[in-house]
């Protein structure tokens, strides 16, 4: 009798192992199936034209507007900073040139003052030197009867004099070279004043004559 139910179940286990093993293989199958058919979905998917592709394309549009944006702010900052640079260049070149044409001034005047100083000097040391002597009779119309003598200004060859026209107060700058009512200015010295040459005939015309 117990090998008869032995016998049985042993029948009815192999019955249903053989029942699973059917089940499983079905299941596989299936499974292999599914996989298949998403994978030749994903194959033939086209993204183009998608929602996904159109919201894709309108995040790379606002993000390259946003980078077009910022490099345009950018450069006109750039353009702002090369101006302001431009400008204190300019300011620098401006107060640089004024500094220099002052400190030509000053030297030139100081120069100026030396020579009359020393002048006087002499003249105190040696009076007999410096008792004026009549002066030649002037034609009309000579540039020391029509002009005066300020100042003379500039360092070295660079000397330039401020004359006065005696007549109408009128001040008049002259450098080396020029011509002044047919006298050609030949030299511009601090010691010797203005030398104007005319027909061969020079003119001397000092500060004070």
Same mark, same amino acid.
């Given at each position: 009798?117990?090998?008869?139910? *032995?016998?049985?179940?042993?029948?009815?286990? *192999?019955?249903?192992?053989?029942?699973?093993?059917? *089940?499983?293989?079905? #299941?596989?199958?299936?499974?292999?199936? &599914?996989?298949?058919?998403?994978?030749?979905?994903?194959?033939?998917?086209?993204?183009?034209?998608?929602?996904?592709? @159109?919201?894709?394309?309108?995040?790379?549009?606002?993000? #390259?507007?946003? /980078?077009? !944006?910022? =490099?345009?702010?950018?450069?006109?900052?750039?353009?702002?900073?090369?101006?302001?640079?431009?400008?204190?260049?300019?300011? /620098? +070149?401006?107060?640089?040139?004024?500094?220099? @044409?002052?400190?030509? +001034?000053?030297?030139?005047?100081?120069?100026?003052?030396?020579?009359?100083?020393?002048?006087? =000097?002499?003249?105190?040391? @040696?009076?007999?030197?410096? #008792?004026?002597?009549? =002066?030649? !009779?002037? +034609?009309?119309?000579? %540039?020391?009867?029509?002009? =005066?003598?300020? $100042?003379?200004?500039?360092?070295?060859? @660079?000397?330039?004099?401020?004359?006065?026209? %005696?007549?109408?107060?009128?001040? !008049?700058?002259?450098?080396?070279?020029? &011509?002044?009512?047919?006298?050609?200015?030949?030299?511009?010295?601090? $010691?010797?004043?203005?030398?104007? +040459?005319?027909?061969?005939?020079?003119?001397?015309?000092?500060?004070?004559?």
């Amino acid at each position: 009798m117990i090998k008869k139910i *032995f016998m049985l179940m042993t029948g009815f286990m *192999f019955v249903i192992g053989i029942t699973q093993m059917s *089940f499983a293989e079905e #299941v596989v199958e299936e499974i292999e199936i &599914e996989d298949q058919v998403a994978a030749e979905a994903l194959n033939n998917y086209n993204a183009e034209g998608s929602l996904f592709d @159109q919201i894709t394309s309108l995040e790379q549009e606002k993000v #390259v507007m946003q /980078l077009e !944006k910022e =490099r345009a702010q950018l450069d006109l900052e750039l353009e702002r900073l090369n101006a302001e640079k431009m400008k204190i260049q300019m300011e /620098l +070149e401006t107060i640089s040139g004024r500094a220099e @044409q002052q400190q030509q +001034e000053l030297e030139a005047a100081k120069a100026q003052l030396e020579a009359q100083t020393e002048q006087l =000097r002499r003249k105190m040391e @040696q009076p007999e030197e410096y #008792v004026e002597q009549p =002066r030649p !009779k002037q +034609e009309a119309g000579s %540039v020391s009867t029509k002009y =005066r003598l300020l $100042n003379v200004i500039g360092v070295g060859n @660079q000397l330039q004099a401020t004359i006065e026209e %005696v007549s109408t107060g009128q001040n !008049k700058r002259i450098a080396v070279g020029k &011509e002044l009512d047919g006298y050609v200015v030949k030299s511009i010295s601090l $010691n010797d004043g203005i030398i104007f +040459e005319k027909d061969g005939v020079s003119e001397n015309l000092n500060i004070g004559k």
